[in-house]
């Protein structure tokens, strides 16, 4: 994910210079070495911060890539506690490890932290919530799932077919059918015109199926 910079040219020759100070004093001088101090230290910084995500990138990869869980969580949680996009996707990887030790209830809380944090990309807080309200599912909380997605259901959201799914998995798990079918249904209708997914389409058909018995 490393940053694309371009390299700052370095225009103003001794000539260059020597020539602007005749002509225009020491002020003209002074400002323009203001600027080229100004570039330099954005170019600088730009290159410190390429260099922080690469080193970031290898942390995470090294981290995640670690074969004893405590070790491997230790890492990410070092991780995550510095921020960033891999800051973030160390939550992810720790909220997995969470899930599949059987602490679903850790698990979505982490999930929950990160779309809270207005510091996050809103498709990687998004895509948390979705994941936080599937556990809610699992754990026996079906009308939280439905409140955590609810606004993820509207038009143009990027995980509006997903939080359809949710919402009529959560109104099953609620015991009612007939607003689980209709969700399917419009679930179903989406699939097909909206953002054309045979997943959702045939789950959708396999849950509409179900509940017409």
């Not at 209830?105 to 599937?134: H, Q």
């Not at 809610?136 to 909380?141: A, D, F, N, R, S």
Request: proline content about 2%; glycine content about 8%; overall charge negative.
């Amino acid at each position: 994910m490393a940053d694309i910079f371009h390299e700052v040219e370095e225009d103003l020759r001794r000539d260059q210079a020597a020539a602007l100070w005749k002509k225009y004093g020491n002020y003209v001088i002074g400002g323009a070495l203001v600027l080229v101090l100004a570039v330099a230290g954005q170019w600088g910084w730009k290159e410190y911060s390429t260099r922080r995500q690469l080193q970031a990138s290898a942390d995470f990869l090294s981290a995640a890539a670690t074969a004893d869980a405590a070790q491997r969580d230790a890492a990410l949680s070092k991780l995550a506690s510095e921020g960033g996009t891999y800051g973030v996707l160390s939550r992810f990887r720790l909220a997995e490890s969470a899930a599949q030790a059987g602490d679903k209830a850790r698990a979505r809380d982490i999930l929950g932290e990160i779309s809270k944090n207005a510091g996050a990309d809103k498709p990687l807080r998004d895509l948390a919530t979705i994941e936080a309200a599937l556990l809610e599912l699992e754990i026996g909380k079906p009308q939280n799932a439905a409140d955590m997605v609810k606004d993820l259901t509207k038009e143009g959201e990027p995980y509006r077919l997903s939080a359809m799914e949710v919402t009529g998995l959560a109104q099953l798990a609620g015991g009612d059918k007939a607003k689980a079918k209709s969700t399917f249904e419009e679930l179903k209708k989406a699939a097909d015109t909206e953002a054309p997914n045979a997943g959702f389409g045939q789950r959708a058909d396999q849950m509409i199926n179900r509940l017409a018995d």
